[in-house]
């Protein structure tokens, strides 16, 4: 049996703010002047793309259910002899005031790395939430810092004045110190379970900017996330910006029944915190597990998504618990040795889950089969949102190529210097001329990052024609300024 877990891009973190290709350019410019190629240094390192998690939690348009509480959404299609699966969830959407009576205890991360505004967008966004919490909800608020400290005992908000008195002491919140991530989550966890009660959803939100400094390993963390669970208290995290444990935050939100968000600005925030809390909040169902059986002929490949386990022909993913209006995606891409079979169903899917009431139901198996017209473009991809999501592999694949050729020149120059178009390893003077091995194989991958950005730019650039929008437009600006930082470096590199 062989397990498979990848972790890459968040939803919003292909944006430029988040990768930092604001300014990237200029960044790698400045940097492109050290000899050692030090601006190869803000290039992104491939365990920081985060692709997966971006697959799961993007927002790909899919209908919300007609009547029970979630919506499936199986699309297929195939280029060349590769068919792509893509399995949508969506979960249903309820008014907020209807929704059940909530116990909820704020876990706050107030350490300095909730600097650089980002407790401020806290702040602002308690505002939004305040706007919603009815009087029959009991809030309570957890800081951690230089120190865990109980901000705002378990409360029902009831008046205005009570309202004020919240946003007067979540103002009154500085960042500094260090991060005590699991002792803060545990206040949070005794202060739910002191007002618990079986007809509310009582559930942890702990937000965290930056990494855990307890020293506590993280199966002392999924240990906690498994016994609350078990007591009926559940946990979603939200990861503020790229210096956060977003590992750690996605781990515990799954271990603990929960939602994970990734926040990358202060309008994501204000929406977690206002129109879309019910998605932090608000089981639709429970406990998803989904099992994909393959057909004679067809042959697993990889897969974006969700945990997931290969047996023979059979892939089973762990999809845990969708909220309330929440969407979930898994991509997988499997290879047909018999392209004639591909009219025939290539394959099913079973879905089994726990709903709200406690009881499991078990739905499918569902066939998927490709459309005529798929058949008949097998050069291309002809879904409009398989496609968005292939360009989105496309690139995540195309920076871990890049961060792991930009480690390698790194590595390459490690020892060496270059002077006047002579190599010297470092303590024991000239070891070759111009033309040498390591001068010509740190051209030859400067090279290659170029024709990757370039070749990844031209076909992202073509889905959005395809699509007749602007998907990309973000993405291909990173990928501009990528282009840009690498000429920089490249021209200094050959000229020093």
């Known amino acids: ?31 492109s002047q050290d000899s050692s190629g030090g601006g190869l240094d803000y290039v992104l390192a491939p365990q920081e793309v985060w692709l997966s998690e971006y697959i799961a939690q993007a927002d790909y348009n899919y209908p919300l259910p007609q009547s029970g509480p979630f919506n499936i959404i199986p699309l297929t299609d195939i280029r060349n002899s590769t068919a792509y699966f893509m399995i ?11 929704l059940p009576s909530m116990n909820l205890s704020f876990v706050i991360d107030t350490s300095v790395y909730m600097e650089n505004d980002k407790l401020e967008w806290v702040k602002e966004s308690f505002r939004a939430y305040m706007d919603q919490v009815r009087e029959r909800d009991i809030v309570s608020v957890v800081a951690f810092g230089g120190q865990v400290e109980l901000v705002v005992p378990p409360t029902l908000i009831q008046t205005q004045d009570d309202r004020d008195q919240f946003i007067a002491l979540i103002d009154g919140l500085e960042p500094g110190g260090g991060a005590d991530l699991y002792q803060g989550m545990l206040v949070g966890y005794a202060e739910v379970e002191a007002n618990y009660q079986g007809d509310y959803l009582n559930r942890v939100i702990l ?62 925030m204000a929406q977690a915190f206002g ?102 473009n097998r050069r291309s991809l002809t879904d409009l949102r398989i496609q968005e999501a292939e360009g989105v592999i496309t690139l995540g694949k195309s920076l871990m190529d890049i961060g792991n050729r930009a480690a390698a020149i790194s590595q390459a120059r490690t020892g060496y210097g270059t002077r006047r178009n002579v190599v010297y390893n470092e303590g024991y ?14 051209a030859a991958e400067f090279e290659n990052c170029l024709e990757i950005i370039r070749t990844t730019w031209d076909y992202l650039a073509n889905i959005n024609n395809n699509i007749e929008g602007i998907e990309y437009a973000k993405e291909l600006q990173l990928l501009e300024d990528y282009e840009y930082a690498f000429n920089q470096i490249y021209g200094d590199y050959l000229s020093y």
């Open 1 to 31: 049996m062989k397990y498979g877990r990848v972790f890459l891009i968040i939803a919003g973190l292909l944006l430029p703010s988040i990768l930092g290709a604001s300014g990237i350019s200029q960044t790698f410019s400045s940097e």
């Open 88 to 98: 949508g969830l969506k979960g249903k959407k309820e008014n907020f005031q209807a």
């Open 207 to 268: 937000l965290s900017g930056g990494m855990d400094n307890s020293g506590c390993p993280e199966t002392e963390f999924l240990k906690a996330n498994d016994f609350y669970t078990k007591q009926g208290i559940d946990i979603s995290t939200v990861a503020v910006g790229m210096d956060s444990d977003v590992i750690l935050m996605a781990d515990i939100a799954a271990a603990g029944g929960g939602a994970f968000r990734f926040i990358p600005d202060f309008e994501t």
């Open 275 to 376: 129109s879309e809390l019910d998605r932090l909040v608000v089981p639709a169902v429970w406990q998803i597990d989904l099992e994909l059986s393959l057909a004679p002929g067809v042959r697993f490949r990889e897969t974006w998504g969700y945990p997931y386990w290969v047996t023979d022909s059979r892939i089973r993913f762990r999809l845990g618990t969708l909220h309330n209006g929440e969407s979930k995606t898994l991509i997988s891409l499997v290879d047909l040795e018999n392209i004639a079979s591909s009219r025939d169903a290539l394959g099913a899917f079973s879905l089994i889950y726990t709903d709200t009431q406690g009881k499991t139901w078990r739905a499918g198996p569902f066939p998927l089969t490709l459309s005529p017209a798929a058949l008949r």
């Open 429 to 442: 003077g000239p070891v070759s001329s111009s033309g040498s091995a390591a001068q010509t194989g740190i």
